[in-house]
T-cell receptor, first 110, second 115 residues
Framework: GEDVEQSLFLSVREGDSSVINCTYTDSSSTYLYWYKQEPGAGLQLLTYIFSNMDMKQDQRLTVLLNKKDKHLSLRIADTQTGDSAIYFCAESRPTGKLIFGQGTTLQVKP | EPEVTQTPSHQVTQMGQEVILRCVPISNHLYFYWYRQILGQKVEFLVSFYNNEISEKSEIFDDQFSVERPDGSNFTLKIRSTKLEDSAMYFC?????????????FGEGSRLTVL
């Protein structure tokens, strides 16, 4: 199937780390993406990882990829209230189209 | 920073009317896409476009939908006869390199409401 699965909701306290998990299906996916969507807004590309990498770090964001288990995670260090949003993971197919998960709503409590 | 721009940001239309959503991809990009997101649901692929032709389309992209690149800058999505279930946010996206490389940039979206 084409399903990319994410948990629907995560709540953390400001200053804590957030970990958002995703599982995908296609072992031929070459890139995996994390997008952020704030209410009423578009899709902001946060980061992406090439499938031959295990980890990518970009400031407060760390992406971990377990290709064997087809598991992707996004860790946000020192989570801030401005990080509250919906986070989508997506896998790219060889044709270039992205298959999105259903999104994880991150709630950051002060 | 270059960005994908979409117009209109919101359009309200009557069922059965034709709608054209417009996108200006990033200028040196070669691959263009339309996605849609029904309220509260996941983002779904509609169509990809390269070298002035459709390279892939989903089951959603039926005969009521068409895409066009009428000039060197615009990329449009036309819905010929809108239905209530076409109400959604429509996102345009573009990519510089070959089909499966690197960053895919999205516009802010066009919200379509069909009454």
């Amino acid at each position: 199937g084409e399903d990319v699965e994410q948990s629907l909701f995560l709540s953390v306290r400001e200053g804590d780390s957030s970990v958002i998990n995703c599982t995908y299906t296609d072992s031929s996916s070459t890139y995996l993406y994390w997008y952020k969507q704030e209410p009423g807004a578009g899709l902001q590309l946060l980061t992406y990882i090439f499938s031959n990498m295990d980890m990518k770090q970009d400031q407060r964001l760390t992406v971990l990829l377990n290709k064997k288990d087809k598991h992707l995670s996004l860790r946000i260090a020192d989570t801030q209230t401005g990080d509250s949003a919906i986070y989508f993971c997506a896998e790219s197919r060889p044709t270039g189209k992205l298959i999105f998960g259903q999104g994880t709503t991150l709630q950051v409590k002060p | 920073e270059p960005e994908v721009t979409q117009t209109p940001s919101h359009q309200v239309t009557q069922m059965g009317q034709e709608v054209i959503l417009r996108c200006v991809p990033i200028s040196n990009h070669l691959y263009f896409y339309w996605y849609r997101q029904i309220l509260g649901q996941k983002v779904e692929f509609l169509v990809s476009f390269y070298n002035n032709e459709i390279s892939e389309k989903s089951e959603i992209f039926d005969d009521q939908f068409s895409v066009e690149r009428p000039d060197g800058s615009n990329f449009t999505l036309k819905i010929r006869s809108t239905k209530l279930e076409d109400s959604a946010m429509y996102f345009c996206a573009s990519r510089e390199g070959s089909a499966n490389t690197g960053e895919l940039f999205f516009g802010e979206g066009s919200r379509l409401t069909v009454l």
